[in-house]
């Protein structure tokens, strides 16, 4: 689990583009010792380059795994992938935060810390912007996951700060607004040059600037219970400017690659279910979320095909292999959800889900062959066209996309739906309804377009017609509800809209309780306090001294002011 691939430093790419150099002239005393380059003889677009890479495998992970990302972090608590207890205070260790740590503080920031002033000084402003916005969306996710971090005093080891204070969630949120803002300001300055290969946008700045105030948006989101009238001002104002994320072709994501050699340019999701590995230890999606998007209306929501690949139509001889998902009922006394560990019903006659539920934490029996994979989008996998095929492991590098996916960090989608969600709660600007079906859209539309290349022909893609029909049995039943199932309504599309970024669906779980009918923990009947923020990483409070390591995992962040119990 802690088996990380790392990028190559910057000061070696920066040396090897000089040793490239140096073949072509005779002078070898340009650089007395090549090994060892100051900032100001490393190339300002490798360090944005650096950094761009980074914050992608922040989001998703690393290769080969897939773990120990923003994602995953996000999706288990709250029954999108499968996590194991069975109580809360086991269903993490504080070491597996040990790297995503190390990788903000003593990489990403450092390398932002260090581009800025040589940026600024080589009037490269929309390079200093993007910089600044990478790191308002690092941030943002550190104080979402773990309350109250260091900032102000962060990467200042040159200062002679090595054990940097922590600052209330609260002051890094008013932090990250106005260094939003600054960077909107950087991107309108007039510039020498944008960056030669810009990995997410391709110099684009007004999509930047859309994603700038997009975060704006969901920092106002986000506080929404700690200061609403702020909050609807901050949204309103956004909305009304028009400059953000509403169409997907503006939303912000990494587009991985295809290569299988080193270093592996694939999504790290497809690496770990397609390539040798397979799902060899804890990769189970949670039966609950396959059963969300299965079951929930009368017919399959038209995502699913792309999100999941079957690799079984049914399981005759599956108790062979482990006796107690087929033959076996496991259905304690307070268990609410499906009778079986392993599967979900066919209740619209979509049958070969195969996943586990909440927080069960028994050992992992031979089924490679019998999980349900993550498929098409985002991961770059293939197509559920009813084929199924055991490519659990398959090491077929060509499978689908052959891994060509995206971390999709900022998503109009997801932007409609927050906007649905401050619309019903909070009274802004737009009509709920309208926002919900727009999001809900954008989703699917996305979903399909990207998926087009594997599913078009095989009879099964999410056609305009699936697309209409489903969206209006969930608008049927929005209009059916009262406000606290229409709440409902708009966080389970949130939670589809967010399969493989995680992070959107645990900050929505915990702002608003909803969905409120989430599966329960499958073996204790009350597994403890629910993660309201996760542990500290285990080198951060061993080894800075202004950092005590939580008593349990249970402390609210900031901006969520729900009483206690209130998710679990």
């Known amino acids: 689990m802690k088996n990380r691939f790392k990028f190559i430093g910057l000061a070696f790419i920066a040396t090897s583009m000089l040793l490239i150099n140096g073949c072509e002239t005779t002078d070898l005393d340009v650089q007395p010792n090549p090994n060892f380059l100051s900032p100001e003889q490393s190339d300002i677009d490798f360090f944005l380059n650096a950094i761009q890479i980074r914050i992608a495998n922040l989001h998703s ?45 003593s990489e990403l920031l450092i390398d932002i810390r260090t581009m800025t002033p040589l940026a600024e000084e080589a009037e490269l402003y929309t390079h200093v912007a993007i910089g600044q916005i990478i790191e308002a969306y690092a941030m943002m996710n550190m104080v979402d996951l773990f309350g109250d971090v260091p900032y102000s005093e962060a990467a200042r080891g040159v200062e002679g700060i090595f054990n940097p204070a922590v600052d209330s969630g609260a002051d890094i949120y008013a932090a990250l607004d106005a260094l939003l803002q600054d960077a909107i300001a950087n991107i309108q300055k007039s510039e020498l040059a944008l960056p030669t290969n810009d990995l997410y946008y391709g110099g684009d700045e007004g999509k930047w600037r859309k994603a700038a105030n997009t975060m704006r948006l969901r920092l106002a989101v986000q506080s929404r219970l700690v200061s609403p009238a702020a909050s609807a001002a901050t949204i309103n104002s956004i909305v009304g400017g028009g400059q953000f994320i509403a169409s997907s072709a503006d939303d912000l994501q990494f587009q991985w690659g295809t290569s299988n050699a080193a270093p592996d340019s694939r999504h790290p999701y497809f690496d770990a279910n397609y390539d040798g590995a397979g799902p060899s230890s804890d990769f189970y999606t949670c039966n609950y979320y396959m059963n969300l998007m299965a079951n929930q209306y009368t017919a399959i929501d038209p995502r699913i095909r792309y999100y999941m690949y079957r690799q079984q139509s049914n399981y005759d001889g599956a108790d062979n292999i482990t006796k107690e998902c087929v033959n076996e009922p496991l259905v304690p006394s307070w268990w609410t959800g499906f009778d079986y560990y392993c599967t979900v019903p066919a209740t619209n006659g979509y049958g070969g889900l195969w996943g586990r539920n909440h927080m069960d934490d028994d050992g992992i029996p031979p089924d490679d062959a019998f999980r ?155 597994p403890g306090n629910f993660l309201r923020s996760m542990w500290y990483p285990q080198t951060a409070s061993d080894n800075n001294t202004n950092i005590s390591q939580k008593a349990n995992p249970d402390t609210p962040v900031f901006w969520d002011t729900n009483p206690p119990g209130f998710v679990n």
């Not at 098409?376 to 398959?394: C, L, M, Q």
Request: glycine fraction near 12%; proline fraction near 5%; include cysteine.
């Open 61 to 105: 992970g690393t290769e080969g795994r897939g773990e120990n990302g923003w994602a995953q972090f996000g999706m288990e608590p709250v029954r999108i992938q499968h996590g194991f207890g069975p109580t809360y205070r086991d269903f993490y260790d504080p070491g597996d935060f040990d790297q995503i740590w190390d990788d903000v503080y």
């Open 372 to 526: 349900t994979l993550h498929g098409t989008y985002p991961i770059g996998g293939p197509f559920d066209a009813e084929d199924f095929r055991n490519v659990s492991g398959s090491t077929a590098v060509s499978e689908g996309l052959a891994g060509a996916g995206i971390s999709p960090m900022l998503l109009a989608a997801n932007t409609h739906l927050m906007l649905a969600e401050s619309a019903l709660e909070l009274g802004t600007a737009g009509d709920a309804r309208t926002y919900l079906e727009t999001g809900v859209r954008e989703s699917m539309n996305k979903v399909a377009a990207f998926g087009a290349p594997v599913a078009t022909g095989s009879g099964f893609e999410a056609t305009p017609a699936l697309i209409d029909a489903h969206i209006a049995r969930i608008l049927a039943a929005y209009d059916a509800a009262d406000n606290t199932g229409k709440l409902r309504i708009i966080a389970e599309q949130v939670f589809i809209a967010s399969w493989c970024d995680g992070m959107t669906a645990y900050n929505t779980y915990r702002r608003t309780g909803q969905p409120d009918n989430l599966s329960p923990a499958f073996v204790v009947e009350n």
